[in-house]
């Protein structure tokens, strides 16, 4: 018996290739670089994603789902069967419908109806496919943004890009995995945690990119510090954290090393990155973008930009879409402030050989109803029941128009696709089983799509 136990001490404690040593070469390989590449489960059809999030909830009754007989109806109540148990954020039972403010057309090889709001949207018609039957379960901004970026209405969870980039890390050396870029009125109504990391390690979290100038404030050295003395303090500072992980063990502690390395390799890294200027004419023309003036179009083409250096995700917020009143004029500055430059990136793309394997995706937090919001006649509420996405690239099947709502434009009446759905069908393009990527927080697992989400077969190419 004592020379079992000898033994069992001796395998745990000293041998090579004890079960501590091993422990112990897991979890330095783990801290080395915790945005190192990882494989996905399965070959993936898209390796990066740019995700154009239209903050406020574009009407999909204007720009993609022409209803005739809302038109014909225009002005008059809904029938009362419809909007029995219905709720909305502002809605009055009373509202009469409104029949859509703009013309539409056939587009493309399949004759696709679109709006005369989205020209440009109108030419790559072919190259996207347009989901014309989301459902979601949020009708305030706020946690209808929570939804569709993390998976819940719930402050606290890691957002896509987050489980994203710790499921594939990163092929950028020198510049974050996951970035975000504002435009618009303002910025979501969800705030930081659309692009946060929740309970995932805060390496994985979104950086927020400014549009012009240094990307992030206080990049640039100080007066009086040249790269050596950065390097020498930088170098410093990480013994100091390496000697208190060791003595602490927090993992937060590999953060903050990676933020200060990253910093310092942004110094270098960022201004080449920013400066729109080198780009060729025709591309700047293409996107609409003007360097040095902060714009929609412009942080397009830096999300190309971006991808083409190995980040992994790159999400564009314009908040400006909440039209309850002056449908007509906000609805045309919006669609001319982001339609041309989403359609220039998709064809950018396209030309540069980076569309096959980068996955977009178009689109907001819910729809907009097909009753007129109070008493005016040029206004919509929230509406989770029924909206329009597009998705273009990555393995995504390309000029196909999928799913249907009823004759209003009020309730999806063909393949549903709820936001968890699109969520496991976006984690499938990206190589994950979406059940199997997950992190055991508070004693179980979760993941993006939690307890929900089917794949969506027909947006595959």
Known sequence: MKTNSIARRWFLKDCSIGLGAMAMQQLTAASANPLAPKKPHYEPRAKRVIFLFMAGAPSHLEMF?????????DGTLPPPDLLKGYRA???????????PKFKFARYGQNGTELSELIPHTAKIVDEIAIVKSMATDAFNHAPGQLLMNT???QFGRPSMGAWVTYGLGSEAND???FVVFSSGKKGPSGGNSCWGSGFLPTVYQGVQFRGSGDPVLYLSNPSGVDTQLQRDSLDSIRRLNEMHKASVGDPEIDTRINSFEMAFKMQASAPELMDLSKEPKHVLDLYGAVPGKPS?????????????RGVRFVQLYHEA????????RDIKINCKDTDQASAALVLDLKQRGLLKDTLVVWGGEFGRTPMVQGG????????????????AG??????????????????VTKDKVHVHDLHATIMHLLGFEHTKLTYRFQGRDYRLTDVHGELVNKLLA
């Open 65 to 73: 789902d022409f209803k005739p007989q809302l038109a014909k109806f």
């Open 89 to 99: 954020a502002f809605i009055n039972p009373n509202s009469k419908l409104m029949g």
């Open 151 to 153: 998976g819940t209405m």
């Open 175 to 177: 510049l974050p995995a």
């Open 296 to 308: 929609f179009a412009n942080n397009c083409l830096l999300a190309r930009r971006l991808i083409e």
């Open 321 to 328: 879409w909440d039209q309850h009143g002056s449908l007509v």
């Open 376 to 391: 005016g006649d040029d206004g919509r509420d929230h509406h989770p029941n029924a909206f329009t996405m597009w998705m």
């Open 394 to 411: 990555g393995g995504v099947k390309p000029g196909l128009v999928m799913g249907e709502t009823d004759e209003l434009g009020f309730n």
